[in-house]
């Protein structure tokens, strides 16, 4: 299995940036997509971003378009989220999700970090 370890959060004034990032140790394959998702308190979660296994293909949910950015470094197993000019209103705990596909596309797991809390306060 997988192990998912996520980094990077705080406490940020609005108007700020915030880069989080998560790093998988453990190997199930070379194939797979990477996404973030958020929840705050009373809310269902929701999918901010997410990149396909080449990355060359990013989606953002329509909140965070312009502002926030996905990205990869397979040579270091490791899926970031940068946040530029963030609203009190992003302020959630922040998962990273992993899924794994065979090189047929056949799905091999899918796996979740532990949640980073992102507060943004004045």
């Known amino acids: 299995q997988a192990q998912l370890v996520e980094s990077g959060g705080g406490l940020v004034q609005p108007g700020g940036s915030l880069r989080l990032s998560c790093t998988t140790s453990?190997?199930?394959?070379?194939?797979?997509?990477m996404r973030w998702y958020r929840q705050a308190p009373g809310k269902e979660r929701e999918l901010v971003a997410a990149?396909?296994?080449?990355?060359?293909?990013?989606d953002y949910a329509d909140s965070v378009k312009g502002r926030f950015t996905i990205s990869r470094d397979d040579a270091k197993n490791t899926v970031y989220l940068a946040m530029n000019s963030l609203k009190p209103e992003d302020s959630a705990v922040y998962y990273c999700?992993?899924?794994?596909?065979?090189?047929?596309?056949?799905?091999?797991?899918?796996?979740w970090g532990q949640g980073t809390q992102v507060t943004v306060s004045s």
């Open positions: 990149i396909t296994s080449g990355g060359g293909t990013t």
């Open positions: 999700n992993v899924r794994y596909f065979s090189a047929s596309m056949i799905p091999l797991g899918n796996y």
């Open positions: 453990g190997f199930i394959s070379n194939n797979y997509a």
